[in-house]
């Protein structure tokens, strides 16, 4: 079964920056789709950005602030999420998640939770003002 586990996260001034880390491991990790959620105190979970094969995609509210990579090796993918210019909003429990469904990370459509199968227990990030 994939798991996602997460680490980094931590705490920082508004303006700094922080880096999270996401590890899955299945034989055919590298087709899956693989996606940072946050989730704010008293809030929804939201959509951060994805990585697929052939597709980045960011929300508006990230995009110029944060930045995915993804290093794919046999059996195992880690994704990366660079935050640079964190913003006090930023503060949430973030949460990785992997999914095979084709299509999950596109510009064509909203990135949405129910795509993703497998979830990782989030790391938390705090943004102080």
């Known amino acids: 079964q994939v798991r996602p586990v997460e680490s980094g996260g931590g705490s920082v001034q508004a303006g700094g920056s922080l880096s999270l880390s996401c590890t899955a491991i299945?034989?055919?990790?590298?087709?899956?789709?693989m996606a940072w959620f946050r989730q704010a105190p008293g809030k929804e979970r939201e959509a951060v950005g994805c990585?697929?094969?052939?597709?980045?995609?960011?929300v508006d509210a990230v995009k110029g602030r944060f930045k995915l990579s993804r290093v794919d090796v046999v059996g195992r993918s880690t994704l990366r999420l660079q935050m640079n210019n964190l913003e006090p909003d930023d503060t949430a429990m973030y949460y990785c998640?992997?999914?095979?469904?084709?299509?999950?990370?596109?510009?064509?459509?909203?990135?949405?939770?129910?795509?993703?199968?497998?979830w990782g227990q989030g790391t938390q990030v705090t943004v102080s003002s």
């Open positions: 990585v697929a094969p052939g597709s980045i995609v960011y």
């Open positions: 299945e034989r055919d990790i590298d087709g899956y789709s």
């Open positions: 998640a992997a999914g095979p469904i084709g299509g999950a990370c596109s510009t064509s459509r909203p990135l949405t939770e129910s795509d993703y199968e497998y």
